[in-house]
């Protein structure tokens, strides 16, 4: 079955430290995974997609497909990174799931001061 | 350009009480999604319609029920409330098809039901 693993509830870091939101994924084809944020009072947006391979607010994700994991990092975490993080991947289309995201169970990350 | 629009905010009914949530985007978007996001439990799908006039359950349509008159809008109707409906609701929108694509969220309904 497919699914999206973020193991940590809550992530805690100081402002300056290096922060790394785990994501894995189980998937019988070849993924296109996203992350997307959710900062306080705000509406969920996207943060960043797989196939875009790009960086957003000094985010990056490499998807590394041996160890079906798609983890988000920042080499220095913000006061302004405080959100709550999810990790999403589409569906193989043919599993019957057409039409909507897999999501994990997010990760609220907490930068302290 | 106002993306996806939610309304109310905010909402406390009563047990057996209905209501409607409302949703509209100004994106011409095809597809259209409602999700429930319960704390530690991530987002669930609730419905969602790939075109005025079509729309399928999701993973929790149980007291739920939508429709799609038209390619704007897509309410969410809570026929009798329960205290197990007490969740954030959030309205998302989408332009293409599989899953590949980026969705577009409403600010989302805060509903407790007591």
């Known amino acids: 079955a497919q699914r999206v693993t973020q193991p940590e509830k809550l992530l805690s870091v100081f402002k300056g430290a290096p922060v790394e939101l785990k994501c894995n994924y189980s998937?019988?084809?070849?993924?296109?995974l996203f992350w997307y944020v959710q900062y306080s009072r705000q509406r969920l947006q996207l943060l960043l997609r797989?196939?875009?391979?790009?960086s957003i607010k000094g985010f990056t994700a490499d998807l590394n497909k041996g160890e079906t994991s798609f983890h988000l990092k920042k080499p220095f975490a913000q006061e302004e990174d405080s959100a709550m993080y999810y990790c999403?991947?589409?569906?193989?289309?043919?599993?019957?799931?057409?039409?909507?995201?897999?999501w994990g169970l997010g990760t609220s990350l907490a930068v302290n001061p | 350009n106002a993306g996806v629009t939610q309304t109310p905010k905010f909402r406390i009914l009563k047990i057996g009480q209905s209501m409607t949530l409302q949703c509209t985007q100004d994106?011409?978007?095809?597809?259209m999604y409602w999700y429930r996001q319960d704390p530690g439990m991530g987002l669930k799908l609730i419905y969602y319609?790939?075109?005025?006039?079509?729309?399928d359950k999701g993973e929790v349509p149980n007291g739920y029920n939508v429709s799609r008159s038209t390619t704007e809008d897509f309410p969410l109707r809570l026929e009798l409330a329960a205290p197990s409906q007490t969740s954030v609701y959030f309205c998302?929108?989408?332009?293409?098809?599989?899953?590949?694509?980026?969705?577009?969220f409403g600010s989302g309904t805060q509903l407790s039901v007591l």
């Open positions: 998937y019988s084809g070849s993924p296109e």
């Open positions: 319609s790939v075109g005025a006039g079509i729309t």
């Open positions: 797989h196939i875009s391979r790009e």
């Open positions: 994106m011409n978007h095809n597809y």
């Open positions: 998302a929108s989408s332009y293409s098809l599989g899953g590949n694509e980026k969705l577009f």
């Open positions: 999403a991947l589409p569906p193989f289309l043919n599993a019957g799931n057409n039409r909507k995201l897999i």
